[in-house]
């Protein structure tokens, strides 16, 4: 039979020596292994790894090739390219970057264009905090302070004594018109009426006073 003839060596690019063999397969490669190889590295920071079922697909489209289409996607790049983005994944994959990019995009420009907007507001914040906010506070501490002095006036503990020197003032009251009796300073028609009111009012706070401290504990 005829002698088999050896096989052309296939002129490879730089860009694409590392994908057109491997440093750990000792079988010189095919056009469609380079070419596969070629496929599964992502062309661009958009394309990420093939699955087994979308790198199939890919090789169904070298497969009809000839030889020569083949060497011509090796070696020439503008080929390659034109092949690699035919493919329907990397058109979808290339579409959906530009989608992102495009609002991103869009997004950083309706950040600059609200960032006057934004250094306007930060200064009436500045002025509010330095002007307004100062005075507030101050009005503040003012309230504050009148508040612990009322809950301190009506503190429990405060009322009791408080009741506890009114019923002792009237009491003393009564003493001392009681004395003032003894000592003829005052008449018994005009000492009686002063004296009932005393010690009525005295009986009263007595009484308040009693049941506030029960109810107090």
Not at 141 to 160: F, G, H, M, N, W
Not at 163 to 181: P, W
Request: glycine residues 2%; contains cysteine.
């Amino acid at each position: 039979g005829a002698q088999e003839q050896p096989q052309t060596a296939i002129p490879t690019q730089p860009w694409l020596s590392s994908s057109s063999s491997s440093p750990n397969s000792s079988r010189p490669s095919t056009p469609n292994s380079s070419m596969s190889a070629a496929l599964d590295r992502p062309q661009s920071p958009s394309c990420g790894p093939l699955s087994p079922t979308e790198a199939a697909g890919i090789i169904v489209l070298l497969k009809d090739k000839s030889v020569d289409e083949l060497r011509k996607l090796l070696t020439d790049k503008e080929a390659y390219n034109n092949f690699l983005y035919s493919i329907e994944q990397v058109r979808t994959q290339n579409a959906v970057r530009d989608e992102l990019w495009k609002a991103t995009f869009q997004l950083a420009r309706e950040n600059l264009d609200k960032e006057p907007q934004i250094l306007e507001l930060k200064n009436q914040c500045q002025v509010i905090r330095s002007t307004e906010l100062a005075d507030a506070q101050q009005k503040l501490c003012v309230l504050e302070k009148q508040k612990e002095e009322i809950l301190r006036l009506y503190a429990p503990s405060t009322l009791l004594r408080r009741m506890q020197d009114a019923m002792n003032a009237a009491d003393e009251e009564c003493e001392r018109l009681h004395g003032q009796l003894l000592e003829r300073e005052i008449e018994l028609g005009a000492f009686l009426p002063k004296y009932k009111k005393l010690r009525t009012v005295y009986h009263r706070r007595s009484l308040l006073h009693l049941a506030a401290k029960a109810s107090y504990g």
